[in-house]
């Protein structure tokens, strides 16, 4: 059985302005079954009224008729944006088709897991009175909010009409569950890791929508190399809290690392910090893009318009495979930018070896922004043969826990865990994506192998809180289930590069001083309310033997006014 | 020699401060004039006992001896700060004339609709509080406690009396006119804090759904919603879901009390070379707005901000513009803590104040079992 089902392109605004349709539709196929909500195995959509707190009825499911297979959630009118049942629909669809995009056999090629304990994610379309919104592992949930647009009182904006907000939100809810420590993490560019995924996410969404893709294309004569309706982030959104400044953030942009960069952003904050990663991968989108133009046009430059749309859809295919399967290598633990980049790097080179143009791009905007020093930061060994894979049994290996602990405490050396060191084992993949190769499709199965331990170093955070803190790092083995080769190695253990561990830890220190120091930190009883209970809008540190430890800083992303 | 005089009062949990500064009448000759801060005590527990305000209303008259104060000030609009002196005119027959009073700008009658972003803290304590109606099991002594003193109807009638103290009253901020507002002649006053529109200090609330309604009756008692899971909906997580959207109520009457007390009246008075500060409760974002402004300098007195909370002691980079190390001149410093504890959450934070505090100046508790109550601490004096 498939439900189809309408979503919205982007959001009212754009609609409007860019004079195209605001809605398009929506086949979902995979799912279990289907519930008024809309409700399945995965997603439960729930519509509370935010001023009584009553569960509104949820849109109906019309069952495919006797003999057919195409069913659908009953709207009254589908031109009516702003009716519970379209909302309740259109985020539904928005947040499905997103995991979608993920689940696809070239990206992921496998089911997504939540982080949180428990079958579905929550979408809450209508939270309340906020210009936020935000995923919570917590409450299993993804909080949309509404607000008056304070520069015209009559207008409410609703972030579940905005694709590109839910699209976000999704985003961060599923890298939740493919990198759950990143929740964790006190790396400010790893909860920046967090924030740029997510707006990559909303970006990919946006280039699948053919009317949208059409419509822009139209308007810029097949470019996307200056400022569109992609490479801005939550238009509606951004314009209503700030009519000047437009989208909520851009992707076009020149913002770096470098400390006497005219363009340079704080190191501390996340959200700013964001924009430097999704800024460099949007330009290799771009030249992806414009290479592929070329490529199309066989030498007719009359072309070039016409082929833009394909090209875009392509580029975007591919885009997606590069961003979303190095995911899959990032090594656990704190992460820095570089550790993205090099696994960028890897999942290309060990699929792609001779084709070195997207790599170069990538080398290109990582040293360009300085998220490395050099190009040489970015070297990976992939598709390499060690003696620990040639006899170890991948199927036993995948399903014991006893066997992965035993060939981590055996490989030490190999995955680079100190001796004498406690570790842990990350729950074991076993993956088969589909790989498109100059000789045609291939499919690849591989082991996915991650171990973590912690570390101490400096706590450069003043009297009130310990001398030295506990971080987590860890290692990725990505081995060829066929041929036993190591695809990749990639470890966020950066001991044996000084420079780039000095630099995370200092940005740790900048960003842990500021927590505290706006209060959203804070250490251990102080961070229990006057209920006896954690309070939600502070991020608790815990100290036990001179060692401080902090979980959920991810939380500070909506606290300080995510979206 | 001349000495300025800092007499700090035990009220319990609360602050009542007396100030008396040599300075000159209006032919010159030597007279000491009077400043009076706050009084008042929260409204429950062993913090608020009302016993204690008639020994500190009538040590005040003794030493005004007949004389009105010259200056009363009301930092800002909580109960352990205001309550007092309307309680004495109302209950004890002991009213102090006055002949300037300093109340904190958004004390004015008509600042609400000046302001109308500042009126979210009046708003979203309605809310809590009709859910504490309907679910009172949720709220813990500390809690009973916080909305007492953040009560807006209560705070009112105290701060209707205030209005009325004195022959003249001014709503101060940083930045306003002090002139004609006080007759020191001698004597200068630098407001520091709050600033005029005060939404500025809100900071972030939790959204809040908390899911309670009432009858048709007006009158009728707040009841909870209790939504039940649809068909197909992991019921676990979607009771957690609905208990979770109701739990920012905390962190929202947390930021309402902080809001109100970074309200506060921050001023620093100077004195022949003698510098003092009184912040009232002012929290943290308080003194950061303070330092945007340039506001901090060495101070040779520091009231210890909101009983010596962790968040009403600046933090240590802002703690060195004030108290700075070494000291920049060779004069005795001091602070003054008033609190008294298990009355709010983790107040007084002495490690933080034995960390911070106590290695820069020489610092006083005034709390339970240090002095009688109503009684006061041998006075600071400040020679010059």
């Known amino acids: 059985m498939k439900v189809r089902v309408p979503m919205m392109i982007q959001d009212p605004i754009t609609a409007k302005y860019k004079g195209m349709r605001q809605v398009e539709g929506f086949d979902i196929k995979h799912e279990d079954f289907f519930l008024d909500g809309p409700v399945t195995r995965r997603v439960a959509v729930l519509d509370f009224d935010a001023d009584t707190g009553d569960l509104m009825r949820g849109a109906r499911f019309k ?103 839910v699209a976000h939100e999704t985003g961060h809810a599923i890298l939740d569950g493919i990198a ?154 704190e992460v820095s930018f570089a550790d993205y980049g090099r696994a960028i790097i890897a999942a290309d080179q060990a699929s792609h070896p001779d084709d070195t143009q997207e790599r170069e791009w990538i080398c290109d905007q990582f040293v360009t922004r300085q998220m490395v020093a050099n190009r040489e930061a970015l070297q990976v060994e992939t598709n390499f043969e060690h003696p620990a894979l040639k006899e170890v049994d991948l199927e036993t290996l995948v399903e014991s826990d006893w066997a992965a602990y035993e060939f981590a405490n055996r490989n030490r050396d190999l995955l680079g865990v100190p001796q004498e060191v406690p570790f842990q084992i990350w729950p074991r993949l076993d993956v088969t994506k589909l790989y498109y190769q100059r000789d045609g499709k291939r499919k690849i199965r591989e082991c996915l192998f991650k171990v973590s331990w912690d570390q101490s170093e400096a706590n450069q955070l003043g009297r009130r809180f310990p001398d030295r803190r506990q971080i987590t790092v860890g290692t990725t083995l990505a081995v060829d289930w066929d041929t036993r080769m190591i695809r990749a190695l990639l470890r966020s253990d950066h001991s044996d590069r000084p420079q780039e561990q000095q630099k995370q830890q200092e940005d740790r220190d900048r960003m842990l001083r500021r927590l505290g120091d706006e209060g959203l930190m804070r250490l251990g009883p ?38 | 020699m001349d000495k300025l005089r800092v007499r700090v009062y035990n009220v319990r949990f609360g602050d009542a401060i007396l100030v008396s500064v040599p300075d000159r009448s209006a032919g010159g000759e030597p007279q000491t004039r009077h400043i009076l801060i706050d009084v008042g005590n929260v409204l429950s527990g062993e913090g608020g006992d009302d016993v204690v305000f008639r020994p500190v209303i009538e040590n005040v008259l003794e030493v005004l001896d007949g004389r009105p104060l010259d200056l009363y000030v009301m930092t800002h609009e909580h109960l352990d700060h205001v309550q007092g002196l309307l309680h004495a005119s109302h209950r004890l027959g002991l009213t102090l004339e006055v002949r300037h009073a300093w109340l904190t700008g958004s004390a004015a009658a008509e600042y609400y609709d000046t302001y109308p972003d500042a009126r979210k803290r009046l708003l979203d304590y309605e809310d809590i509080k009709r859910l504490l109606q309907a679910s009172p099991e949720r709220e813990t002594p500390w809690m009973h406690t916080m909305m007492l003193n953040n009560n807006p109807r209560s705070t009112a009638k105290c701060v209707e009396y205030l209005r009325n103290l004195a022959d003249d009253t001014a709503y101060v901020y940083r930045g306003c006119d002090l002139d004609d507002k006080h007759p020191f002649r001698e004597a200068r006053f630098h407001i520091w804090a709050p600033e005029e529109d005060t939404s500025d200090y809100y900071g972030r609330f939790e959204p809040m759904a908390l899911g309670v309604t009432r009858g048709d009756d007006p009158d009728s008692e707040p009841t909870l919603t209790m939504p039940t899971p649809p068909s197909g909906v992991d019921a676990g997580a979607f009771y957690n879901l609905v208990e979770s959207r109701r739990s920012g109520y905390v ?68 703690l060195d513009k004030i108290l700075p190390m070494p000291p920049p001149d060779d004069r005795r410093r001091r602070a003054v803590v008033s609190t008294y504890p298990d009355t709010y959450k983790d107040v007084p934070d002495k490690d933080l104040l034995d960390t911070e505090l106590t290695p820069r100046c020489e610092v006083q508790y005034i709390e339970k079992g240090t002095v009688p109550d109503g009684g006061h601490l041998p006075d600071l004096e400040f020679e010059g």
């Open chain 2, 251 to 318: 962190d929202n009457l947390l930021a309402i009390d902080r809001a109100a007390n970074n309200t506060s009246v921050v001023f620093c008075l100077e004195w022949r070379g003698w510098k003092l500060l009184f912040p009232g409760d002012a929290e943290h974002r308080s003194w950061k707005t303070m330092d945007k402004h340039d506001q901090l300098e060495p101070v040779h007195f520091l009231k210890a901000s909101h009983h010596g909370s962790h968040t009403g002691l600046p933090r240590p980079d802002l």
């Open chain 1, 180 to 333: 759950p420590e990143l929740y964790n993490s006190m790396t400010p560019q790893s909860l920046a890791l967090h924030e740029a995924i997510a707006d990559l996410t909303a970006l990919l969404m946006a280039f699948r929508s053919g009317t949208l893709r059409e419509t822009v294309l139209d308007q810029t004569g097949g470019s996307i190399r200056n400022s569109t309706a992609f490479s801005s982030i939550a238009e509606e959104f951004g314009m209503a809290r700030n009519p000047e400044g437009g989208s909520l953030r851009s992707l076009l942009n020149e913002k770096t690392l470098g400390p006497d960069d005219a363009n340079r952003v704080a190191r501390n904050d996340p959200h700013a910090l964001s924009e430097v990663l999704s800024g460099a991968l949007y330009a290799v989108m771009v030249e992806i893009h414009e290479g592929l133009r070329r490529e199309y046009v066989e030498g007719d430059p009359d072309r070039e318009f016409s082929v833009s749309g394909k090209a875009l859809a392509d580029g975007a295919d591919r885009f997606k495979r590069m961003i979303f399967r190095a995911l899959d290598y990032l090594p656990p633990g």
């Open chain 1, 63 to 165: 069952p495919p008729a006797p003999g057919r297979v195409l069913g659908t959630y009953e709207i009254a009118d589908e031109n009516d944006i702003y009716a519970p049942d379209f909302g309740q629909v259109s985020v539904f669809a928005t947040v499905v088709k997103t995991m979608y995009m993920f689940e696809e056999e070239d990206a992921l090629g496998r089911r997504l897991a939540w982080a949180f304990d428990g079958p579905q994610l929550l979408i809450i379309p209508r939270a309340g009175q906020w210009d936020n919104a935000y995923y919570e592992r917590d409450s299993h949930s993804l909080q949309l909010f509404y607000f008056t647009n304070p520069h015209n009182p009559g207008e409410m904006i609703y972030t579940s009409l905005s694709r590109d907000i």
């Open chain 1, 526 to 563: 102080l961070a229990i309310g006057p209920d006896g209970k954690e309070l939600r809008s502070v991020v608790r540190a815990d100290s036990a033997n001179g060692l401080m430890r902090v979980r959920g800083v991810a939380r500070t992303l909506h606290i300080v006014r995510e979206v």
